[in-house]
């Protein structure tokens, strides 16, 4: 039953009584140093840029030659794209205490599968190379992977991480 006073399922006495029971608990506020970092994908920027330069059009206050991220970043590429991350999160999610050999099998899968979209898509340039492959490190790093010591185990610089699989 919806409790009309209060805006939510339950009586105002059981509101108050989770409130009561809850008040108790004091959390300290976290450190903005030891915050742990969001990992923005590349493609939700894209896509914001991509909705931001059609309202633009729309409204008549962008001309649509000018709006670069309509063809930089076509709606297609895009959702190729999340798809091939989405499968390299779910590989991530696995990783902390297997192998070199593991990590490096999940980075040549997801950017395998960028080097396909790439062919079929074009829209991988220096920008987007850059940016993915800084995601594609920072979700081994956030899954608890040590990168540095990963890429200095294989012999190359941390920045080569993608480089030999990646056609883009």
């Known amino acids: 039953m919806r409790d009309s006073s209060t805006g939510s399922s339950g009586t105002r006495s059981q509101w108050y009584k989770a409130e009561e029971c809850l008040g108790w608990l004091s959390l300290p506020t976290p450190d903005p140093r030891y915050a742990p970092v969001m990992i923005t994908r590349p ?16 409204a008549g206050t962008l001309n649509e030659a000018q709006a670069y991220a309509l063809h930089l970043w076509p709606e297609s590429f895009i959702d190729a794209v999340d798809v091939a991350l989405d499968q390299y999160e779910a590989d991530a999610r696995w990783l902390r205490g297997l192998t070199d050999e593991q990590a490096f099998a999940s980075v040549e899968r997801v950017v395998s599968a960028l080097n396909a979209i790439d062919v079929e898509h074009g829209c991988i340039e220096t920008t987007v190379r850059e940016e993915l492959c800084e995601y594609i490190d920072d979700v081994l790093a956030e899954t608890g992977v040590d990168v540095d010591a990963l890429t200095a185990r294989r012999g190359i610089p941390r920045h080569e991480l993608t480089d030999q699989w990646r056609d883009w």
């Open 43 to 58: 493609t939700e920027e894209w896509r914001d840029k991509v909705q931001q330069q059609k309202a633009a059009v729309a």
